[in-house]
Every structure is written in C-alpha cells, then in structure tokens.
C-alpha cells in the first residue's frame, strides 16, 4: 500500500523532468478555485482561459507552437495552493496562471519569484504589487487604483458628505473597504456605517435597517455578485432612496438579471466588464456564452486576458523566453488593434499593475448605461 | 421600535427556511440515529433536478412533480438503501461520516455536470410584497413559513391521529419493543426516509428562488439548520421549527444590536448556554438511550 | 502473538520508518510538502484518535484547535520574534486549558452534548480568528512565517523540513504509545468500553474523559505550530468547521482506536485527492466515493478490515485444527 503511493509520487517527479523540449507546446500552468468558497470565480477564471487557448491554437498557436495548460484546483485554501503550485512550478512551466484569491497568491508568489517564473493572478488586494515582486501581474486594477476614482465620483458627482459601506467579510471585500474608508477620509467623507456581511449571506434585512438608521447620503456596497442582488433588493423593500454605488460587482449583468427591478439606479465603477460598450468585449461575450452557456463575471475575463497577455508579450520577446519574460512585460503597452484578444489598450508599469480605460456605469432600465468613460492614464 | 418589529418579521421567514430543513434532520435521528451532515446539499439538488428536467423542455409544474419524484426516489430511498442500511448497525459517527462523504459528492456532482454558477430558479409564489401591519413583508418569505407551519400540523397530525403515526413513534421509542409487538419497523424507518425526502423537496422549492439555484448554497443552510435542530431538541419536529424561528430572529438581532461580524456567534453561544442548562434542547425530551 | 510474528511487526515497523527517512530523498518539493502535511495532519487525528478511539468523545473542534496552535505559531515568531519551541509550548498549554474548559462544562450532562459545545466552539474560533484584526490580522493572514532552526539546522529548504515534520510525528508517536500503556490509557478505553463499570471500579470517569479530550486538544495545537511554518502564510479559512469535520472523517476512516489508524486515515485524506487529481473536475467526486464505499465495506475503517482478516484467519486455524483433531480421534483405532 505505502509503497504504491511512494511510487506515484515518484512517476510523477520523472515525469515531471520530461517538460520542456523545444518545438513541442508551450506549457502553462493555472492553479484556481475551483471548489470550495471560491469555485465560481476559479471556474469563470479557468473558462476564460481555455477559450482563449482555443482560439489561439485554432490560429496556429503562439510563434507556430500550441499553448497547453493544467489545471489544479486549490481547493480555495492557501495550504492547498502552495502545494499546487509547488507541483507546478516543479514542472518549469512557461508562466503561471492563478490563483484568484489573495490569501492564496500571498502564499504562492514567493515561490513563483523564487524559480523565476512569471505569475499572472487575478488577486485585487491593494498590497499584492506593493511588496516590490518582479514576477507578478495582475489582470485588472488592484483596489489601490479602483477605489479612488469611486471615492471621487462619490465626493464631485454625488456630493456625499456620510457614507454606509457593506462589504463582504472576506479577502476581496475587506481589502475594498479598508482602501475606500482611506480614500474617504481624504475628502472629509464620513463614514455613516460600516456593515460587514457573510459570504453566502440570504438575509439582509438587520443590515438595511442600519443603513436606515444611520441615514447616509449614498450607500457603497462592496459584495458579491449574488448578495449584490439580494441587498438591492433588500433596500428596496426598506425603501432606501439614496444613491447605490459599487463596482464590477453591483452593476454587472448577473445582478440585474438576479435582482431585476431592483437594480435600477445602482451605479458604479467598472473597470472589466462584459457589459462594456467596446465592439470587442461584446464580441468575447457572445463566444463566451456559445460556449459555456452563462454570461461570465469580470474573472472569466481576467483568465482570458491573462492568456493574451502572454502571447503579445512571447511575441513581443520573438522568442519563448520563460527567464526574460517578466521583464519583458513590465512597462509594455499592449494595443488592442494589434492583438484584438486583449480588448482593451493596457499597459504595466513596473510593479505589474494594470493601467486601462474604466467606466463609470448606471443601471437605467436593467440596461447599463456609461456615464462616464475614465481614460487610460498613460 | 418600528425597527424592532421588522427585525422579527425579516427574523422569522429567515427562521422558517432553516426550521424547514431542520425538521427532516430530528425526522431522521428519531427513527433511525442518522444525523444527515447531507441535510443541506439535500434541499440544494431538488431545484437542480427540476432545472434540468425544464431545461429539457417540460412546464414547470411537470418538473416539479418529476423533481419530487426523483427526490423520493434519490434522496429517500436510494439514501436508505445504499448507504444508510449497511451502516446503521454500526453505530451513529462512520454514518454520519459517510454523510459528509455524500455532500461533498453532491456537490462536486452539481458543480460539474450543472455549473458553478448561481441560476435563477421560478418562484411558485409569485414574486411581490405585502403590507402587513405596515411591515413590508416579501410573499416568498411568507410562503416559506406558510409550509413551515403547514409541516408541523400535518406531520403532527400524522404521527398522533394516524396507525402509521403510531407505528412510526413506537418504532422511533423503541424499535425493539415495537417489533415484538408486531410493528413493522423497517417500513416505518423508510417512511421516515421518504417524508424527508418530500419536505427537502419542497423546501428546494420554495427557498430556491432565494436562496438560488447553486452547487454550495446547502452549505450555509445545512449547518444553520443543524444548529436549530439541537436548540429546539433533536428529537421533537416542533423542536426542529421553534429552533429554526429563533435561530433566525436572534441571528437578525445580534446583526442589528451586537455587531454584524460576530452575527453568526450568537446563536451558537445561544446553543451553549441551552445545552448548559437545558441539554435535551427547548421542547426535546430527554433521551433515555445514550448514544 | 506468536514469537515471529513480534518479529514480523517490528520488521514491518523498521522497514516503513526506513523508507519514510530515504526515499523521499529525492522527491521533488511538492512531493516533500504533500508528506510534511501528512505527517502534521496525522499528528492533528491522533489527538482526536485519544478524544474519540480510546475515551469515546466526538470533539468537532479538532481544526479550530489546529487553529490556535497555528495562529500562536504565527504570532509569536513573526511578530515577537521568538523561537517555534516557545510557540509550541504556549499552544499546547492555551488548547489543553481551553479543552479543559470547553470540556468541563459538556461532561457534566451527556455522552454526545460535547460534540454539539464543540461544533459552536469550532465556528466561534473561527469567527475570532477572522474579526480580531489586531492580534491575528484578520482575513488578511499572517505571511512570512519563518521556518525554525532544529539544533543550529535550518529547516528552510523541503527535505529538512519534513524530516522536522517527520521527527516530531516519531515524537508525538512514541509519547501516545507510553501514554495508551500508561494505567491513564486503559482508564480511558475502560471508559469508552463500560463507563458504568468504570465507574463502580473507582475509575472517576469525567476527569479521565476531560484529560483525554484536552490531550487530544493539545495535541490538535501541536500539529498547528507545525501548520504554520509549513505553508508559512495563514488565513483563518483553513481552520474553518470543516476541517475539523475532516480530522474527523480520517481517524473514523482510518480506523478509529486504532494506534495506527490516524496514520492511514491522514493518508487518505491527504494523498488519495492528489492521486486522483488525474481526474481533473472529478477528483474530488471520487474521493467522496471511494470514503462512502470504504466506510460500507468496513464501517470500522481500513484497520478495521484487517482487524476482522486477522480474527477471521485466527478463527480459520483454530477450526483448521480442531478438524485435524477430530479427524485424527475418528482414524484412531
């Protein structure tokens, strides 16, 4: 019995040696939720991934070589992914895809830094860039970058003067509100009340009727797509007529299509979005939807760019060149007209965060409406 | 004070929808020492049946009625016959193990073949709020406790007024003695099966169109109906149901007057302190057998 | 037990340890870091092997004390500097008082009401862990947690870290087999076979029971102290209910009361998902199946197999002779 699994694990080391031989695909190597609390962002994150791969080997792959990824699932545990991504990086993948939660992308990126291997996550937290690691990109703004233009538009367009936050008690949400309680306090914003909610919560009704009693000038609510909808509906059936602000997770189509009528007049910062007026975001949507049957949420986006950000910047290199590959993606801008599978116009500046076009968006009529484009910055 | 009364209506429909899953897991303990750790991806799959089976083309009411079906067929009996008959002679912990076992299968199982994605699932109650007292109350959440109550009198009802309810106390009391006295036991044990499996499927049915239609939304019931089980008495249906309102209005409290992020702390110091003082639960009667 | 078959065992014995220190020599690093976690998820089933197996108390709070041991480990080395021998003192006193206490209360009414105190017990860490900003950092975690120096050794690298996980699994083994020899160990299976007669034998059955339970617990913050360095970053997500539930599910399936049980029952539950990750989307699923099917096979778990092979040989032989007996009485003239 033990020595079977002795010489299982021992297949799986020499296997492991047998990578990279030059001509044969490139090799990447995605570690994600994929069960456990994080399953749905994982899962939207891989189905990105794999659409884009598909369609790029369909064109012949990346400098005439196919892509080729494994998948692992870290269980939406920081133990577990260490040990994925020890499993992947012990087969010297070209770069490494993952993990989507902050916690676990904290626990990885060392290990990544240490062998040299790029590492393309879809973490938000403020502080994952900030540690001065030359091996990590993200996909999408950090808070650090998201966070202020809401706080503006709720101080310039809003005039706000008191503020409720709902959050979501975990990585995401925390970190959202501990960057946006920072932003507040710049512009003399008070803080009416501050509301942390579960994961998986149903109901909200305690949590509304704190808003109601702390009588705010605007509500941010900072949650999950589908406690997103069951709050808007919440406020509604309290009768809460202050202006709802968010992000990608309040306005997204999902909550409308959840919430309905409810969703009316919630607004917010969007930084990806399939709902973004940009012909080629449409266009990913549809192929999105032909071939997983469901609208994806901004993290099937991230696993799809992070896949194009790898094949601009192997083309950019001329070579695959895993050792010269963070370098080359830092400061890069990548145009959409020249790769139409990146979608938008990016650039990464040196500490890997994301430099885009955002939106701000309201929810008129269950339709989204821009009402503010946000240009790139350089 | 206004306040105070939206707390408590919001408060119990919450409560109802836990005391709807708690009833089947007091069912289960009666009749057969199961404790169903499964309780919670039980009431999740029911919808996903009927999804699927509209996803195939049928109306609505066919797939519920295929859905409950399914149910009994899955959730009562298949449970009873595959994993609960060769284990129940072992005692009460590799049981409830397996149970454990089986959730994570369901809900790997959902998550694969279905999505991991939350869906929508149709309300049989139509969508809308009511005004009561000035209270705007939601007529989903008044459904829910509409079937919680109706539950507690028919399940009454059928085990005080009915030989089969007879039958079935004497087996849950006793199943030795029932035997002797000519009571069949085994019949009875699966009656249990398949009653619970009837009411997880109307619970899916009608906390679905809240709660949504995904792989992990068992989690969080599961465990707060657990809870309510062992504060109102694990071994009283009208234990299950009081245990299930005042986890849910007590859990709206401590969010509104203690703090939202120990919200979830209360109930379970509530259920300390009951045990400390109150061991059998709230209406429980105190067990002879000891487990 | 025949004079060989001591022989046998102890040969068994020293070949599996033989094979443990050499052959992951050459493992690469996630196979090294899947075998430290064994080895520190074994030490976690023993202690609920001694609660559950030999006093007969289901404790669902094993992972929330796995917590607690993590988060002092934690605390203590990055924050005030100290070393992980501190550390691991600290936890193992903080979770045999709070077990004691946990504990006190539950006994002193019914059997199963300890299950239910801990299930509460395991969510309020939890909750703690996440909410008290200022000492745990909340659902940020705790990263860089170093790995310790064992006798002027590094342990930074892999291998010498499991054979640290390794060395203090030997520990924890030779103190639990002392301690089951010991007239406390036949005082607790005593427990868990007759309380009554335990009782009526002078045995006072609550203190036994509490003592066993807060060992188990201690030893729940043993394994923590070495969870911390092992993944070296912490987050309260993993000491959530449910892996209490799964330290659980290994000693029932390994073989609950079984000296070796938590052995194989860690090795299930840590090894069998990463072999079947082959399986992609499904791996998961047939772990799920493989532990129902396991537990319809032998309810008693896999040394409950060979425990009823054993009894089963035993009867065999026994059978076996008495037939050759007859046999020879009736051909006897």
Known sequence: ?378 | MSNLLDLLVAGLATGAIYALVAVGFTLLWQTSQTINFAQGEFVMLPAFLMLAVMHVGAPFWLAILIGILLSLLLLGLGFKLLLVDPMLRHGVLPLAIATMALAIGMKEAVKQFFSAEASPFPSIVPAGDVSILGRVVSLQSLGVLALAIAVVIGLTMLLNRTSIGHQMQATAQNPTVARIIGVPVERMILMTFLINAFLVALASLLITPIYLAKFSSGEVLGQAAFIAAIVGGFNQVRGAIAGGLLIGVVDNLAAAYVSTQYRAAVPLILLIVIILFRPQGLLGRPEERTV | MTATGKYLRIGLGVAVIAALIIVPMNFNRYGLYILSQWAVMTIAAMGLNLTLGYAGQVSLAQGAFVGIGAYAAAIMTTQGGMPLIAALGVAIVLCFAIGWILGYPALRVQHHYLAFVTLAFSTLAFLVFRNEDWLTKGIYGISNIPRPNVMGFATNRPLPFYYFCLGSLGIVSLAMWWLIRSPWGRAFVALRENPVRALSLGIDTRRYTLMAFAIGSALGGVAGTLYAPLTQYIDPVPFNLSLSLDLLMMVIVGGSGFFFGPFLGAMIAVLLPEWLRFTQGYYLMLYAVAVMLLLIYSPTGILGILDRYLTERRTKAASALRAVAKSRLETAP
Request: no cysteine; net charge neutral.
């Open chain 1, 1 to 378: 019995m033990r020595s079977g699994i002795f010489a299982g694990l021992l297949l799986a080391t020499v296997s492991a040696a047998a990578a990279f031989a030059q001509g044969g695909p490139i090799k990447l190597a995605n570690v994600a939720e994929l069960s456990g609390g994080g399953a749905t962002v994982g899962t939207n994150w891989k189905n990105g991934i794999d659409l884009a791969i598909e369609e790029i080997n369909a064109k012949g792959g990346v400098l005439g070589r196919k892509l080729e990824v494994t998948h692992a699932d870290s269980q939406s545990n920081p133990g577990v992914a260490r040990a994925q991504v020890q499993k992947a990086l012990d087969n010297e993948p070209y770069v490494l895809l993952g993990p989507g939660y902050s916690g676990s992308v904290k626990v990885t990126s060392p290990l990544a830094a240490e062998a040299g291997i790029a590492q393309i996550m879809g973490g938000e937290a403020a502080e994952l860039t900030q540690g001065g690691n030359k091996f990590l990109f993200r996909t999408s703004f950090g808070q650090q970058s998201s966070m202020p233009k809401v706080a503006k538009y709720i101080n310039d367009e809003l005039k706000a003067k008191s503020v409720a936050i709902v959050w979501v008690n975990n990585d995401f949400g925390k970190g959202g509100r501990d960057v946006i309680t920072k932003e507040f306090a710049k512009y003399n914003i008070k803080v009416a009340a501050d509301i942390s909610t579960e994961a998986g919560q149903a109901d909200f009704a305690a949590d509304v009727s704190k808003i109601k009693a702390a009588a705010p000038d605007a509500v941010f609510v900072y949650v999950n797509e589908e406690e997103s909808a069951r709050m808007l509906k919440e406020l509604k059936r309290q009768a809460i007529t202050v202006p709802l602000m968010g992000e990608t997770t309040l306005v997204g189509q999902k909550v409308v299509e959840l919430a309905g009528d409810a969703a009316n007049g919630a607004r917010g910062h969007v930084g990806l979005t399939t709902d973004a007026p940009v012909d080629l975001v449409k266009a990913f949507r549809e192929k999105f939807l032909k071939k997983y049957n469901y609208v994806p949420d901004h993290n099937g986006l991230k696993g799809y760019l992070a896949i194009y950000m790898i094949k601009a910047t192997t083309e950019k290199m001329g070579k695959v060149d895993a050792k010269a590959f963070a370098d080359t993606l830092h400061g890069l801008t990548i145009k959409a007209a020249s790769e139409p599978g990146i979608l938008m116009d990016v650039t990464f500046d040196e500490k890997g965060d994301i430099d885009r076009q955002g939106f701000l968006v309201e929810i008129v009529d269950g339709k989204q409406v821009v009402k503010q484009v946000l240009p790139k910055l350089n």
